[in-house]
């Protein structure tokens, strides 16, 4: 947890690090607790490169999710914008029929023009764009996910999820770790919740749609509901 990379390279919002001086030094505890606590889009990037993306992608199966192919290879936040980008809609509409090993070698083989892809943040700003390419998780292979971390994580990285609770609930449990994401068109809550009586609960939920954005206020007030009945369990 205590050792240092440097921010070498930027994404885009959401995220604080992407304004931050290139070569900045932080520790692996630091970029984990933005990634988790505000979805720091150029934290995660940082931590994908320090860790290996052949390392991340094997723990893809290794915490349980049903279908590794889905979502193989994992992509960056900043790959993830360059695809979505209309000029690269035709990489876009090959992504998901590739297959992993195909999707790894649409990226090594266009690593330069999708460096060179300029990024129009308004892109993403009202409505679902290239919906295929996306980091795909059923809600059971997510509570799966909060699972393993509760098992194996160890203390910090339990401490990390606290961080933000994603929820005005937060005091009626005994713990609360939180992870949370969206664009337009996905939504995706988890918790991790300890109630008062002892028992631990993976609560999850998403909203996707393909026309349009999400109603996000809507979504929470469910999942809101949800979680008050979980704590009376």
């Given amino acids: 947890w205590s050792d240092v990379v440097t921010l ?9 690090t992407q ?4 070569g900045s030094p932080v520790t692996l505890h630091t970029l984990a607790t933005l990634m988790i606590s505000i979805s720091d889009n150029t934290a995660t990037d940082a931590l994908l490169h320090a860790l290996g993306r052949d390392k991340v992608d094997a723990m893809v199966a290794q915490t349980g999710t049903a279908d590794p192919a889905a979502t193989l290879p ?27 090993d ?17 990024i129009d943040p308004s892109m993403f700003a009202d409505k679902p764009q290239a919906p295929d390419v996306e980091w795909f ?15 194996n994580g160890g203390p910090e990285a339990l401490a990390i999820l606290t961080v ?19 664009e337009p068109g996905v939504i995706y809550t988890n918790w991790l919740v300890k109630t008062n009586k002892g028992n631990w609960y993976a609560a999850t ?16 007030m469910l999942m809101s509901r949800l979680l008050t009945q979980v704590a009376a369990q």
């Fill in 8 to 16: 070498d390279s930027r994404s885009m919002p959401s995220g604080i």
């Fill in 19 to 22: 304004h931050w001086p290139k």
């Fill in 74 to 100: 994992l992509l960056t936040t900043m790959e993830l914008f360059q695809l979505k980008a209309p000029a690269n809609a035709d990489l876009a509409a090959k992504w998901k029929t590739a297959g992993p």
């Fill in 102 to 118: 195909g999707r790894r070698k649409l990226l090594v083989d266009n690593r330069a023009r999708l460096a060179a892809t300029k």
């Fill in 137 to 151: 998780a059923s809600a059971r292979d997510e509570a799966a996910v909060l699972n393993w971390l509760r098992i």
């Fill in 164 to 182: 933000n609770p994603g929820t005005g609930s937060a005091a009626l449990f005994d713990y609360t770790g939180f992870k949370g994401g969206s």
């Fill in 205 to 220: 939920g998403g909203w996707t749609r393909r026309d349009a954005a999400v109603d996000e206020r809507g979504f929470a």
